[in-house]
């Protein structure tokens, strides 16, 4: 091969490489925080384009590159649509992968969903110990965004019915 021809492969390569670097994952959902009757968190997701296998824990308070993963979950197929799971135990074809430690007042948690690969995730819901208190069984705590219902932070608390029926509108 010439070494024009290596030359210009070369920079072509480097240029595809530039643009790689700038994508960045897609939402394919939304991730939700409810409880059971006696308070024990469980992850609800609604997947509203494609598929997700993996769900994480971390510490929201921390910079995205110091943040740690504090508990996860996955399955063996990955699930698309309504998927609710108990963060203690898993469960509904979700295995605990690293097992949730007690969570801890004052902090805040971030939960989201994502692909293996992670070319897709959701949006991701933060939460404390004390919103968590707050909710009660049926009610979903999820990022909504800007608009009616929503919190200054941008989260809504809706009954479960709400939330599948309107959270991918709001995609």
């Keep these: 091969m ?7 492969l070369a920079v072509l390569g480097a240029a595809g490489l530039g643009l790689l670097s700038g994508c960045v994952a897609a939402t394919t959902g939304v991730m939700g ?9 469980l992850g ?6 494609g598929r997700v296998e993996r769900v994480t824990l971390h510490d929201a308070d921390k910079e995205i590159s110091k943040r740690v993963h504090l508990a996860a979950w996955s399955r063996g197929k990955p699930v698309g649509g309504f998927s609710v799971w108990s963060l203690e135990s898993g469960g509904k074809g979700w295995s605990v992968h690293k097992p949730m ?3 801890e007042p004052g902090r805040t948690y971030t939960l989201y969903g994502w692909t293996g690969d992670p070319d897709s995730t ?7 110990l004390a919103q968590l208190a ?5 009610q979903v705590r999820y990022y909504k965004g800007e608009g009616a219902g929503a919190d200054r932070n941008g989260y809504a608390t809706v009954s479960t019915g709400e939330f599948r029926s309107e959270a991918c509108r709001e995609e």
């Design 2 to 8: 010439g070494r024009k021809r290596r030359v210009v």
């Design 33 to 41: 925080i409810t409880v059971t009757g006696d308070g024990k968190p």
């Design 44 to 49: 609800v997701m609604l997947v509203c384009d």
């Design 101 to 103: 430690a007690d969570l």
């Design 122 to 128: 959701t949006d991701g819901v933060d939460f404390t």
């Design 134 to 138: 707050q909710l009660r069984p049926g």
